[in-house]
């Protein structure tokens, strides 16, 4: 008989598995639950916002009334209050907000759970008129409307605390499996966004009787050169890119029959301070 040399045919010394394609099968695979994961905590917090009064809001949140960075006797402030009151009476809220001006060169407002929106004072440096500043804050009463202040930062909480608890706090895996947390919530928010967005012209149609300075905010926001922003980058963020929400509006005026006619100058308070 013929000696033929040959390996075994198992041998625990040499792995016939393929690492690199275990390791992207897992990946996916764990993308995939968490994705799941987070979009069934996504819709019990939006079930939960729902039995939170705001009588309930207000007393949670009544310690975080950010007094401290407010000058109740600015002018600026009072009139932005009376901007916000007038705007009231196009979107049904059912309870008063406050008005704070902070003085921080940022172009930024947001909605603050206990009924509380917060403005930068380099948000007025980017409006020119009464109606593009009306569409910001009509904006900022579309979140309160749809109670997007909570949700969001219900979500946020827990999709942190998920991603903690499943891979630990600091450790390499939540580094790694973090963009999934947030390509997740920045999709959400986006869509809240874009409601808020078609809300806030309903408001500015209502008020003014046509969407004149609707898209003044995004157009002093936009890019200088379109071709340079970032193909991907808006996938990732919690806000639609500019040009792309111009755009929305463009043909969300259309839709609803809302002119473009001449806008109000910003009211004189408003201007630049010395």
């Known amino acids: 008989m013929k000696y033929k040399p040959s390996l075994p045919e198992n041998n625990d010394n040499v792995s016939h598995d393929q ?3 275990e390791f992207v099968l897992l990946f996916f695979g764990i ?8 979009w069934i905590l996504g819709l019990f917090v939006d079930r939960a916002v729902d039995y939170i009064t705001p009588e309930m809001e207000a007393m949670i949140f009544s310690s975080a009334d950010g007094s401290e960075s407010v000058d109740n006797s600015n002018p600026r402030q009072a009139e932005l209050q009376r901007m916000v009151d007038a705007l009231l009476e196009c979107i049904q809220i059912g309870y008063p907000l406050d008005v704070h001006l902070i ?6 407002a947001f909605a603050f759970p206990g009924g509380r929106i917060f403005i930068f004072n380099g948000l007025l440096d980017k409006v020119v008129s009464e109606n593009g500043l009306s569409f910001v ?8 409307k749809n109670r997007d202040h909570l949700r969001g930062m219900g979500r946020g909480i827990v999709f942190t605390a998920v991603s903690a608890l499943l891979t630990g706090a600091g450790s390499d895996f939540t580094q790694l499996f973090a ?13 809240r966004e874009s409601k808020a ?3 806030a012209l309903q408001v500015l149609g209502c008020y003014y009787g046509h969407a004149g300075g609707a898209t003044e905010f995004f157009e002093a926001m936009k890019p200088d050169d379109d071709k340079t922003s970032n193909v991907f ?5 919690s806000h639609p ?4 929400r111009i755009d929305n509006l463009h043909r969300l005026a259309k839709e609803i029959n809302l002119a473009v006619k001449e806008v109000l100058p910003l009211p004189a308070v408003l201007g630049t301070p010395e």
Not at 137 to 144: G, I, M, V, W
């Open 19 to 21: 690492p690199v394609r």
């Open 137 to 144: 804050l009509a904006h900022e009463l579309a979140h309160f």
């Open 197 to 199: 967005d078609e809300q």
């Open 103 to 108: 003085d921080l060169d940022d172009a930024n």
């Open 241 to 244: 890119e500019a040009v792309e």
């Open 179 to 191: 963009p999934t947390a947030n390509f997740s919530q920045a999709q959400y928010s986006q869509e």
């Open 31 to 38: 993308t995939l639950f968490l994705l799941t994961v987070f």
């Open 233 to 237: 980058g808006h996938y990732f963020s």
